[in-house]
């Protein structure tokens, strides 16, 4: 009788499997994109860091040659080399949003390591052949992430695969109509501080809740807190991170990354915003790429961007207007 060999058979079904992926994400494929420079100044970077040495600059309505994305950067084709920019500051055409670059082992069955070094400790081993994504690179090592686990892969054991992307169709949101009033908030640090009044409009004999008064004067403890990649504590907070470490301090716990935070509570219109809704915006070529803590008076505090720190912007600050895309009331009223 014919016996299987248990070891190709598997290597088979993941081949077979690696296939479907890789088909259904180059059903919009292509070696490059174009994308306009929407910040005054960016940086090109060496590796996907701030830390990262520059080895350029672009200008606003610069075209760059996107061919790639590793986590919160693209990758760039920058004078023939390999580059990247942060993708907070890259405006892609209408509805276009670039995947994560995936890239497949080659040279036998690696080490994936919870460190960009050698001596680290072994996080998995990974065979030829498997599709991971690329979240950053680091001295020469890929961040990857397979299933549950994330680490380190040396470069030359993996090869990187082309630039694919996704279109979404374009919907109107419309507003709800809401009769308004206005009213006025006051924060406070924990030491008294300077009095900080905020005015805003909510629905008519609406009085704003102690918990969202709370919430707020919480959220405003972390002003100045830099940006952290991952980050989700006062060390450090990404735009999500931030969110979750607020709402958690008050017993709601929150998805982790703004594309699902935007599925947290229940939706609510612009004209519906009170003191602790939360806000979120199209970035990086994502449909939902950021979020923050609607304050009143038409701002928001949040997270901002990497080399930045927490802060409060207006609703209608140029950038954010046009990448609202909606919000979320988590909190009772």
Request: hydrophobic share 30%.
């Amino acid at each position: 009788m014919y016996k299987y060999n248990n070891s190709k058979l598997k290597r088979t079904l993941r081949h077979m499997l690696l296939i479907g992926i890789i088909a259904s994400l180059f059903a919009f494929a292509a070696f490059a994109l174009d994308g306009k420079v929407d910040t005054d100044v960016l940086r090109v970077r060496a590796e996907t860091s701030t830390e990262s040495a520059e080895v350029g600059r672009v200008r606003r309505n610069d075209t760059l040659d996107i061919t790639g994305r590793f986590g919160e950067w693209y990758v760039i084709n920058h004078g023939g080399e390999t580059r990247y920019v942060f993708t907070d500051y890259v405006e892609l055409p209408d509805n276009i949003t670039v995947n994560t670059t995936m890239g497949i082992i080659k040279g036998g069955t690696i080490n994936v390591r919870s460190e960009p070094t050698t001596e680290s400790e072994v996080v998995t081993k990974l065979a030829k052949g498997t599709a991971v994504l690329i979240n950053s690179i680091k001295d020469g090592w890929y961040e990857i992430s397979y299933v549950d686990y994330e680490g380190y892969v040396r470069g030359d054991y993996l090869d990187v695969l082309s630039l694919t992307y996704s279109k979404s169709e374009k919907t109107e949101r419309k507003e709800k109509a809401v009769t308004t009033s206005t009213g006025t908030i006051d924060i406070r640090d924990d030491d008294g501080g300077e009095e900080v009044a905020l005015t805003y409009s909510v629905p008519e004999n609406y009085e704003i809740s102690s918990e969202r008064q709370k919430l707020l004067e919480y959220a405003y403890k972390y002003l100045g807190v830099g940006y952290k990649y991952g980050g989700a504590s006062p060390e450090g907070f990404d735009c999500s991170g931030f969110t979750c470490y607020v709402f958690k301090n008050f017993g709601y716990k929150l998805n982790r990354s703004s594309s699902a935070q935007i599925n947290d509570g229940t939706e609510i219109s612009k004209s519906e915003l009170v003191p602790g809704d939360l806000v979120f915006f199209s970035r990086g070529g994502k449909a939902v790429g950021h979020v923050g803590i609607y304050v009143g008076d038409g701002k928001f505090i949040h997270s901002t961007s990497p080399g930045d720190v927490v802060s409060i912007t207006e609703l209608t600050d140029s950038y954010y207007s046009r990448r609202y895309v909606g919000a979320r009331r988590v909190l009772d009223l």
